[in-house]
Structures are given as structure tokens and as C-alpha cells.
């Protein structure tokens, strides 16, 4: 459900990408995960053959998404992209950082987007895997402090990377693919700052 305060931090488009482009993703994923068993691979978005063909859509939604929230898309510079294979949830993945709730300020994440490259989910498929995004962590708020974004195939979603967030544990049959983007303020000290 898609509570109020999340309608001002959130993008959410779905089916921005062609879908057989999202099949050749998927399998260039299953295909760099054979050799790591990592939940997350940190790339230099030179070493991604579909680079060019994912960016410009997302920098075009970038810039939309700044300009509603008032933000200058301008000082946005790209910090980090990872391709995500998430496995279904088993005892080995207790532990998984990302199934705790966390922000990503250490990564100096500004912006963040998720694009769910392959995923089961659909509304008569539930199997978990849901981004969780916490307004606060007080109790007496709940449930109108968190929101939780389906993980829907060809869905591409935008927050700010200092609200804390967690994913929800996935049951799927089939890893549950993302590529994720992190966007930092390239020249934070030297203009005022920017709140989203």
C-alpha cells in the first residue's frame, strides 16, 4: 500500500523498458552470477554491455523526479550500480544486509532507483520481495509510516537513498533480478543543500 508521505519521495513507472531487452538482461545476470555468490555485484556501469540502452531513461526519469520534488538533477552525479540476483529466502540469507532495515548515506546514495529487471511477482503471485520504505520506525505510527512497493517485472523505482528501507524476505522460485543505480550530490559543499 502506498501511504501518503511516500507519494512525496517516490517515483514509481512501470513498463518503461522493452521486454525482450529485460530478457537479455536477465540472462546476462543469471549468467554473471554463476561465478559469484554474492546477493549484489558492484559494476563500473562501463563493464555493463546494456548501459546505454538502460541510462538515458533513467537519467530522463531523474530529471522528472527532481524537478517535482524541487531538487537540481544537475548536481546528481552516478556513484554506483549493481546488478541483484536475489535467491529465495533461506537460512543462509539470515543475515543479508538488505533484509534489515538500512538507508544508504554510507554509500552516499542521494538519489536511489531500482529497475526489476525479472521477478514472479505479480498481484495474483504474491511471493514477497517487497521494498519497504519507513517514514519513522516508531510503533505507535504503524502502518501509516511504511510503504511497500510491489516488485513487479519492468518497474522502475525512485527514493531518496537516506530513508531507511529494507526488502522484504522472497520466496520465488527464480532469483528475483534488479539493477540498482545510487546517485550522489556532486558538489554538496558548495551550494546550498537539497532536501527532496
Not at 45 to 74: M, Q, S, V, W
Not at 79 to 94: D, I, S, V, W
Request: charged content about 25%; aromatic content about 14%; some cysteine.
Amino acid at each position: 500500500m502506498i501511504h501518503e508521505f511516500s507519494k512525496d519521495i517516490l517515483l514509481i513507472e512501470d513498463n518503461v523498458f522493452d521486454p525482450e531487452l529485460l530478457t537479455e538482461i536477465s540472462k546476462h545476470i543469471t549468467e554473471q552470477f554463476k561465478t559469484h555468490e554474492d546477493t549484489y555485484l558492484t559494476l563500473d556501469r562501463h563493464e555493463f554491455p546494456y548501459t546505454d540502452k538502460i541510462l538515458p531513461t533513467l537519467n530522463a526519469l531523474l530529471y522528472n523526479y527532481c524537478e517535482a520534488k524541487g531538487a537540481e538533477a544537475d548536481r546528481l552525479l552516478l556513484r554506483n550500480f549493481q546488478m541483484g540476483n536475489l535467491k529465495a529466502y533461506c537460512k543462509e540469507l539470515m543475515n543479508e544486509n538488505l533484509y534489515e532495515p538500512h538507508d544508504d548515506i554510507g554509500e552516499k546514495y542521494f538519489v536511489a532507483a531500482i529497475v526489476y529487471i525479472n521477478s514472479e511477482y505479480t498481484d495474483d503471485n504474491w511471493i514477497g520481495g517487497e521494498l519497504t520504505l519507513y517514514k519513522n520506525t516508531t510503533y505507535l505510527d504503524y502502518p501509516n509510516n511504511i510503504t511497500n512497493v510491489k516488485p513487479l517485472r519492468n518497474r522502475v523505482v525512485f527514493f531518496p537513498g537516506y530513508y531507511v528501507h529494507r526488502v522484504k524476505p522472497y520466496f520465488g522460485k527464480d532469483p528475483r533480478q534488479t539493477l540498482v543505480f545510487g546517485w550522489e550530490i556532486d558538489d554538496q559543499w558548495l551550494k546550498r543543500p537539497v532536501i527532496l
